[in-house]
């Protein structure tokens, strides 16, 4: 059974810094290309960052680029996404993603098409 799992969630002061997990179990992380997404209330799901199967590639959305660091290590199954300087906006729940990994991603990997393994979630909340 393909699963995603997230952790690292929770409580934090604007300007602070959380390290977010998602540990993979029941497929080979090597071929699948993983993103990081976040759903706040009232809004829509957007894509954070994403990052090829190799981990050559990294993409990340406008409003965290320079603050945000996607890792891997498909040896640990688990894909890391490191939130630093961190603002009451990005306070939102945070899903990790899988899909199957295309040619184009090793050069420059995108937060698109059909991601089919989703993980459950978790919450971050960045106020004072």
């Known amino acids: 059974q393909l699963q995603l799992v997230e952790s690292g969630g929770g409580l934090v002061q604007p300007g602070g810094s959380l390290r977010l997990s998602c540990a993979a179990s029941g497929f080979t992380l090597t071929y699948y290309t993983i993103g990081w997404f976040r759903q706040a209330p009232g809004k829509e799901r957007e894509g954070v960052s994403c990052?090829?199967?190799?981990?050559?590639?990294?993409n990340y959305a406008d409003s965290v680029k320079g603050r945000f660091t996607i890792s891997r290590d498909n040896a640990k199954y688990t894909v890391y996404l490191q939130m630093n300087s961190l603002k009451p906006e990005d306070t939102a729940v945070y899903y990790c993603?899988?899909?199957?990994?295309?040619?184009?991603?090793?050069?420059?990997?995108?937060?698109?098409?059909?991601?089919?393994?989703w993980g459950q979630g978790t919450l971050v909340t960045v106020s004072s």
């Open positions: 990052i090829s199967s190799s981990g050559g590639s990294t």
């Open positions: 993603a899988a899909r199957e990994a295309i040619y184009s991603d090793y050069k420059l990997v995108q937060c698109s098409g059909y991601f089919g393994v």
